[in-house]
């Protein structure tokens, strides 16, 4: 991912391959930008994948901020508001997890409780070029019935003025937010394993919850996008 990130495409090209990773580019008929995508090679050739996962990167502008989604179908459409969200601001990069977080024994396919997968490694190369992040979750409507979404930095502090800019977003959209930095809120992320190394590199990251009834809402999603969007956009700037 290194050399992908440097923008030596052909060089990241041979290294993915020598461990069974395709690279290509294609253009987002949606956002009509360009981007390149780190799939398992298994996908093309017909063998099973591996369920390492998939990394999506913005070419039509310097990276500057990711959007991670740990739990892909188990939290339901996580996926479909990362893809949101890499539309909505230049710059950015997707890290999606390949395996449903109940797919392993004994939670061995939860990749935001451990530190020995691919997605953890991609995010923490990430990490390492100190690139601020959000990680989408989802919970139950019944599970914490008060709100509709829990904003927290995690097990850090760094990233309280953006997760305060995220709430006030949200809250404008008539949703009813948990403000983790501020009060006990469940599900605020506190034991997630990105965090954790964010928390250590004093980096800002973000750990988002969602309802189910806003996830499976499209009009809801896309207001959600948006809201993130404002701080993703504002994160690009900075980094110019």
């Not at 709430?167 to 992320?189: H, I, M, N, T, Y």
């Amino acid at each position: 991912m290194a050399m992908l990130l440097d923008g030596d495409h052909e060089a990241a090209k041979r290294q993915l391959a020598e461990v069974d990773y395709g690279l290509q580019t294609f253009i987002d008929k949606v956002s009509g930008r360009r981007f390149a995508e780190v799939s398992d090679a298994a996908s093309f050739t017909g063998r099973r994948s591996r369920g390492w996962g998939r990394v999506y990167l913005d070419l039509t502008a310097p990276v500057s901020w990711s959007v991670q989604v740990p739990h892909p179908i188990a939290d339901e459409h996580t996926e479909d508001l990362g893809a949101r969200v890499l539309r909505g601001t230049p710059g950015g990069v997707l890290v999606l997890a390949g395996a449903h977080r109940a797919a392993g024994v004994d939670g061995s396919a939860d990749v935001a409780h451990r530190t020995d997968s691919v997605f953890h490694s991609v995010v923490d190369e990430l990490m390492r070029r100190k690139l601020p992040g959000v990680q989408l979750h989802g919970f139950a409507n019944e599970s914490f019935p008060e709100f509709d979404v829990v904003v927290s930095t995690g097990a850090g502090d760094r990233a309280v003025a953006d997760a305060k800019l995220l709430a006030r977003q949200l809250k404008a959209g008539d949703l009813e937010v948990c403000p983790a930095w501020s009060r006990k809120c469940k599900l605020s992320g506190t034991s997630n394993e990105q965090g954790q190394v964010a928390a250590e590199e004093r980096l800002r990251f973000l750990h988002i919850e969602l309802n189910r009834g806003i996830r499976t809402n499209s009009e809801s999603l896309d207001e959600v996008a948006e809201s993130i969007s404002v701080l993703t956009r504002r994160w690009a700037e900075k980094a110019r």
